[in-house]
């Protein structure tokens, strides 16, 4: 089982900027993917970024392209998730998520279900 801890969540204004954080700890050798997904209230939970463990292939969301960027850094087995230009509708809970799937298996890096393990949340809300 894989641990997830998330830090760096807050309250900025429009245009503002956050980094995330996700320390990650425990049994990640199967570990193919990491993601960020983020559930605003009444909404679904969704996929905003992922990264490929090995390759550090990401993926974005279509909404968050060009502002937010995921990196990890193996050595701290840290996930981040840089997030500039932040929009009010940015806010909600962000989760960080480790997956064992596989794209050649059908798997899915923005699909929640895809995930085994998941952090608590932090929260980030964005004021106008």
């Known amino acids: 089982q894989v641990q997830l801890v998330e830090s760096g969540g807050g309250s900025v204004q429009a245009g503002g900027s956050l980094r995330l954080s996700c320390q990650v700890s425990?049994?990640?050798?199967?570990?193919?993917?990491m993601a960020w997904f983020r559930q605003g209230p009444g909404k679904e939970r969704e996929g905003v970024a992922g990264i490929h463990s090995g390759t550090s292939g990401t993926y974005y969301a279509d909404s968050v392209k060009g502002r937010f960027t995921i990196s990890q850094d193996n050595a701290k087995n840290t996930v981040y998730l840089q997030m500039n230009g932040l929009k009010p509708e940015d806010t909600a809970m962000y989760y960080c998520?480790?997956?064992?799937?596989?794209?050649?298996?059908?798997?899915?890096?923005?699909?929640?279900?895809?995930?085994?393990?998941w952090g608590q949340g932090t929260q980030v809300t964005v004021s106008s």
């Open positions: 425990g049994s990640t050798s199967a570990v193919t993917w």
């Open positions: 998520a480790a997956g064992r799937l596989r794209l050649t298996q059908g798997g899915d890096p923005s699909r929640a279900s895809d995930y085994n393990d």
